[in-house]
């Protein structure tokens, strides 16, 4: 009889504010949502993941995974990292059925949710098996940000998996990326977050140019001659820099004294000056950071103009993904559909695009 199997989650994320500074040392302010993804898992007694997914079965090696392509990158990646950092030379194999209710491409990181979900579901097996020690929050999101980089190849910063794991009920984080370590702000009873796709996938362009973002950031601040963003405090800081990498390094700073002034806002309830936030935020990634898209801009146009919202803003890595609002928490969701219906209008396209009233929620667990 095989073991009856244990289920687990973890969610997407949406983010307040805060863009492209989680690998800048920098402060962001996500928030773990509603969807995200669920694993039911039980050991196999093999030495390879047996993974199920709806319509499609796979086997994957955990010690010698080969990366291949789509979803089977996040999970045989996740679990690759997590056994060489366990040091298991011989990592107990598991069946893995896995759902997820995250839209790929919205930029609500469901790819996170993934490696999160796998990841704390393997670990917690293996430490029932008495092989791990107890699973480690925090080692467990860093271990998913290097499965992305290694088997997926995108190098992104540590927001995303960091916000699956910690996230907390109505509460939004405010992480220091260079402590990696967060304080908790709760997000006022009058607001809520709407979320609009742009319907332009983020994947499709943002791989390469999420890369040369980062690395155009990376060198500004070897010209700056600093070891951290962090002790670039001000503009006037920037004057040996020219061209893109300017407004590049104008972003980093601005957008991480936003983040701060936003988490302030958030505490004093001041849903205006959060909206105002939100909308400078968007267009430094419009103008400055220049990872918008006109299509883009033309979602955040519209929902900014809307009587309900207080600021509207870019949300994710970039060239695409969804637009998120901060609008009154009384009629969400009849503002969120109204205005999917003026972008589907606006769109021409036949299907309503994808649209969401966010609730910051718990970040991974066991589900009983
Ligand atoms: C993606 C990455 C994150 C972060 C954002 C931009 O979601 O995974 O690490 O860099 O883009 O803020």
């Known amino acids: 009889m095989p073991l009856p199997a244990r289920r687990f989650f973890a969610p997407g994320r949406m983010n307040i504010i805060g863009e492209h500074v989680d690998y800048c040392d920098g402060f962001v302010l996500p928030a ?140 939004a984080l405010m992480l220091d990326c260079r402590a990696l370590s967060h304080e908790a702000v709760a997000l006022p009873p009058g607001a809520a977050f709407i979320l609009i796709d742009s319907t332009v996938p983020h994947e499709l362009a943002a791989n390469g140019d999420y890369a040369g973002v980062r690395d155009d950031i990376a060198a500004a601040l070897r010209l700056l001659g600093a070891a951290s963003w962090r002790d670039v405090t001000g503009l006037d800081q920037l004057g040996g820099l020219a061209g893109s990498l300017a407004g590049r390094a104008r972003h980093v700073v601005t957008e991480i004294a936003r983040t701060r002034a936003a988490r302030s806002a958030l505490e004093a309830g001041d849903l205006v000056t959060l909206g105002a936030l939100m909308n400078d935020g968007h267009s430094s990634l419009r103008d400055d950071l220049r990872t918008s898209l006109p299509q883009v801009d033309a979602l955040q146009v519209l929902m900014a103009a809307h009587p309900s919202v207080y600021g509207a803003r870019m949300m994710g890595g970039g060239f695409g993904g969804n637009v998120i609002a901060a609008v009154d928490g009384d009629g969400a969701e009849a503002v969120a559909a109204e205005l999917a219906h003026a972008w589907q209008a606006q769109l021409r396209q036949a299907d309503l695009p994808f649209h969401v009233v966010c609730t910051a929620s718990a970040g991974a667990r066991e589900l009983s």
Request: glycine share 12%; net charge negative.
């Open 32 to 171: 773990a949502i509603q969807l995200g993804c669920t694993v039911d898992a039980r050991l196999s007694g093999t030495d390879e993941l047996a993974v199920q997914l709806p319509g499609e079965t796979d086997r994957l090696a955990i010690s010698g995974f080969q990366p291949s392509r789509g979803w089977r990158n996040y999970v045989g990646g996740m679990a690759q990292e997590l056994a060489r950092d366990l040091g298991l030379t011989a990592p107990p194999g598991a069946a893995l059925s896995i759902a997820g209710s995250v839209p790929q491409g919205a930029g609500l990181s469901s790819s996170a949710a993934l490696e999160i979900s796998v990841g704390l579901a393997l670990w917690t097996l293996w430490h029932a098996a008495g092989v791990a020690p107890a699973p480690d929050p925090l080692r467990l999101a860093r271990l998913a940000q290097r499965a992305e980089h290694i088997a997926v190849g995108n190098p992104c910063g540590i927001m995303d998996q960091y916000a699956s794991v910690f996230g907390v009920a109505g509460q």
